[in-house]
């Protein structure tokens, strides 16, 4: 039976679609269409001239957002591709005119508990972590191949793991045992590195699946090519909301606003980046780490 919740909350969902500014006629391009959560509510609010733009590298998602807003009366086009090439996909498919692009980054909540992504250490599965599965290499390919500085810089630089070095030295004195190919060996390499966390804090492994994660998915790379695109594809009052979910996220997105404020494009809608009210909180915990910036672009 299908999930009554999709399979995933949307986070900040009212206060996107307060930013997003949508009337009925507008085309509004979701970058990561995921559940189709956001797009869902977006959609509601576009009319039979209206153009919903749905984006996701995974196209088990891509396919389910589909299937969700079938009933939407908007007109409506989907890509199975990276939003790093959001510039080229709607140039190819000769969409003009967007009124808002919105990025909500990260995962979904299904691809952090459904087996085969094998992105989470609650669930002991292969060692996968491609949100898309028909290309790119595994993160047991990066574990079991790449150098011990290598691993530490990946850790460090992706997820500001303090003990980068130990770790990558453990997984590398674990590899030499046996090949590291499930995500329950991977956590368990970790945590006898670095001792179990206390009780009530984050498991000692949420770092390195984080860092593995955004190194699998070209994360960073992924995001600065969005951003550049949606410079790129500006027009008067077109504007932009983006979710982050960490802080070398966020900060990539603050400085792109403020640089775009700089050079006369137009203006931040955000001064600090918005986060959950409680009552969010309560009811979604995993919105806790979101971080939303909007700007909106001026005549030029
Ligand atoms: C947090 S979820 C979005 C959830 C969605 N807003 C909803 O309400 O259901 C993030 C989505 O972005 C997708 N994604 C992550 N990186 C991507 C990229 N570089 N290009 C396109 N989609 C990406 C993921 O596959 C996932 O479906």
Same mark, same amino acid.
């Given at each position: 039976?299908?999930?009554?919740?999709?399979?995933?909350?949307?986070?900040?969902?009212?206060?996107?679609?307060?930013?997003?500014?949508?009337?009925?006629?507008?085309?509004?391009?979701?970058?990561?269409?995921?559940?189709?959560?956001?797009?869902?509510?977006?959609?509601?609010?576009?009319?039979?001239?209206?153009?919903? !733009?749905? @984006?996701?590298?995974?196209?088990?998602?891509?396919?389910?957002?589909?299937?969700?807003?079938?009933?939407?009366?908007?007109?409506?086009?989907?890509?199975?591709?990276?939003? $790093?090439?959001?510039?080229? @996909?709607?140039?190819?498919?000769?969409?003009?005119? !967007?009124?808002?692009?919105?990025?909500?980054?990260?995962?979904?909540?299904?691809?952090?508990?459904?087996?085969?992504?094998?992105?989470?250490?609650?669930?002991?599965?292969?060692?996968?972590?491609?949100?898309?599965?028909?290309?790119?290499?595994? =993160?047991?390919?990066?574990?079991?191949?790449?150098?011990?500085?290598?691993?530490?810089?990946?850790?460090?630089?992706? =997820?500001?793991?303090?003990?980068?070095?130990? @770790? =990558?030295?453990?997984?590398?004195?674990?590899?030499?045992?046996?090949?590291?190919?499930?995500? $329950?060996?991977?956590?368990?390499? !970790?945590?006898?590195?670095?001792?179990?966390?206390?009780?009530?804090?984050?498991?000692?492994?949420?770092?390195?699946?984080?860092?593995?994660?955004?190194?699998?998915?070209?994360?960073?790379?992924?995001?600065?090519?969005?951003?550049?695109?949606?410079?790129?594809?500006?027009?008067?009052?077109?504007?932009?909301?983006?979710?982050?979910?960490?802080? $070398?996220?966020?900060? !990539?997105?603050?400085?792109?606003?403020?640089?775009?404020?700089?050079?006369?494009?137009?203006?931040?809608?955000?001064?600090?980046?918005?986060?959950? =009210?409680?009552?969010?909180?309560?009811?979604?915990?995993?919105?806790?780490?979101?971080?939303?910036?909007?700007?909106?672009?001026?005549?030029?």
């Amino acid at each position: 039976m299908e999930n009554p919740n999709h399979g995933h909350q949307p986070v900040l969902l009212a206060e996107t679609l307060d930013l997003l500014q949508i009337e009925a006629s507008h085309t509004i391009v979701d970058c990561t269409a995921g559940r189709g959560g956001h797009a869902q509510a977006i959609g509601e609010r576009l009319g039979t001239n209206g153009t919903l !733009v749905c @984006i996701d590298t995974d196209e088990k998602n891509l396919q389910y957002a589909k299937t969700r807003l079938h009933a939407l009366p908007c007109r409506r086009r989907f890509f199975h591709a990276d939003f $790093g090439q959001l510039a080229e @996909i709607l140039e190819i498919a000769d969409i003009t005119g !967007v009124n808002a692009v919105l990025a909500d980054l990260g995962v979904s909540t299904n691809q952090l508990t459904t087996e085969h992504y094998g992105l989470s250490f609650s669930v002991d599965a292969p060692l996968d972590m491609r949100l898309n599965n028909q290309s790119g290499i595994t =993160a047991a390919q990066l574990v079991n191949h790449l150098s011990e500085k290598e691993l530490a810089d990946i850790l460090y630089q992706n =997820a500001d793991e303090r003990h980068s070095r130990r @770790i =990558a030295r453990a997984l590398v004195e674990g590899r030499k045992i046996q090949p590291i190919q499930t995500t $329950g060996q991977l956590a368990k390499i !970790v945590r006898n590195a670095l001792g179990r966390a206390p009780h009530g804090a984050a498991d000692a492994a949420t770092r390195t699946f984080q860092a593995l994660r955004m190194a699998v998915n070209h994360e960073m790379a992924s995001l600065s090519s969005l951003l550049d695109a949606i410079l790129q594809i500006r027009r008067p009052a077109m504007r932009a909301v983006v979710i982050g979910f960490h802080s $070398g996220e966020d900060r !990539v997105i603050k400085q792109a606003m403020r640089s775009w404020q700089q050079m006369g494009y137009g203006s931040a809608l955000t001064k600090k980046p918005i986060t959950p =009210a409680h009552a969010e909180l309560l009811a979604n915990p995993r919105s806790r780490s979101a971080k939303l910036r909007a700007f909106e672009f001026g005549p030029q």
